[in-house]
Structure formats: C-alpha cells, structure tokens
C-alpha cells in the first residue's frame, strides 16, 4: 500500500510517524501525536458576534443592579443572576469578567458601598452599622466593615465625619 504524500496538513507534516512513512501507525497515531500548532482559532466573525453578546449580557447584569437593585439580596449568587437573565453562569462571570474588568463578588461590594455612602450623606448617624449593613445586603456587619474599609480607607464613621 503506497501512502500519498501529496496532502500537506500541519498534522501531517509534524507527525513523526507519517514522515516514516508507515501508514497503519500513522492512523492509530492520529490520537497519540502531539501538534506544535495550536488550534485554529476562531473565525473574526464569530468571535466579534460573541463579543457583541457579552457586551449586551453585561448591559443587563448593569441594568438589573442599576434599575431593580438586586444587589440588596443577601441571597444573590452568580447563579441566581444567571437564571434572572435566562443564561448560565459561565456566561454571566465572563461578561462581568470581561467587560467589567472585575470579578461578581468585586461588582456587588462596589454596588453596595456606593449605596451605604449614599445613605450616609442622606441620614448621618441615624443609622448604625448593622442598620447600613442590612439596607444594602450584606449578612452581618464585620463583613460590610471590612468591605468598607476597603473600598474607602475607612471606617463607616470615619467617613461620615470627613463628610460633614
């Protein structure tokens, strides 16, 4: 059996097998023999169209947070998102991840500290930690003192003090 060489594929030419010459082990070594080249990527339109659709996923996730403030739930999860949004949360990390330049948990604290600075403004001392805490998500105060502290350099009442 003559092997025909005029079928020039990368495989092909870096399979050291098939450059022996031998036929039936370059078959069973299709699944064995290693490429340098890696695989071709994608088509330039197929991944500009995905871009487009993560940008749009993301414009969602920004408009649930902005409009319907679901930030507030103490419950949210990357996975609930996702189901809100009629996706998986593969799709719903890399759109934050990507787009965002941030991580989920990294989006909702940003969220919710601008929100607490918010209530600080409007209320003052009114409202305590714990009361701040809550009104924006977080499950316990240690928490949203860390988180705070942080984003902004310091404390809750550090911060109302350097406002008024």
Do not use: H
């Not at 092997?3 to 064995?32: A, E, H, T, W």
């Not at 930030?71 to 990390?93: F, G, P």
């Not at 990294?106 to 601008?114: G, M, T």
């Amino acid at each position: 059996m003559e092997f025909d060489n005029s079928y020039k594929s990368p495989f092909r030419r870096k399979c050291s097998v098939y450059r022996q010459g031998k036929p039936f082990k370059f078959l069973y070594s299709i699944f064995q023999c290693k490429t340098e080249k890696s695989p071709p990527n994608l088509s330039r339109d197929y991944s500009i169209r995905n871009r487009k659709r993560i940008e749009l996923l993301y414009l969602d996730v920004i408009n649930l947070f902005e409009s319907r403030r679901i930030y507030r739930d103490k419950e949210l999860s990357i996975d609930s998102l996702a189901i809100m949004l009629n996706t998986n949360n593969t799709y719903v990390s890399n759109a934050i991840n990507k787009v965002g330049n941030t991580s989920f948990a990294k989006l909702i604290n940003d969220y919710r500290i601008a929100e607490v600075k918010q209530l600080i403004e409007k209320y003052g001392r009114s409202l305590t930690g714990k009361d701040l805490a809550e009104k924006v998500g977080y499950r316990d105060k240690t928490t949203f003192y860390k988180n705070f502290k942080d984003r902004m350099g310091s404390t809750p009442k550090e911060y109302f003090n350097s406002t008024s």
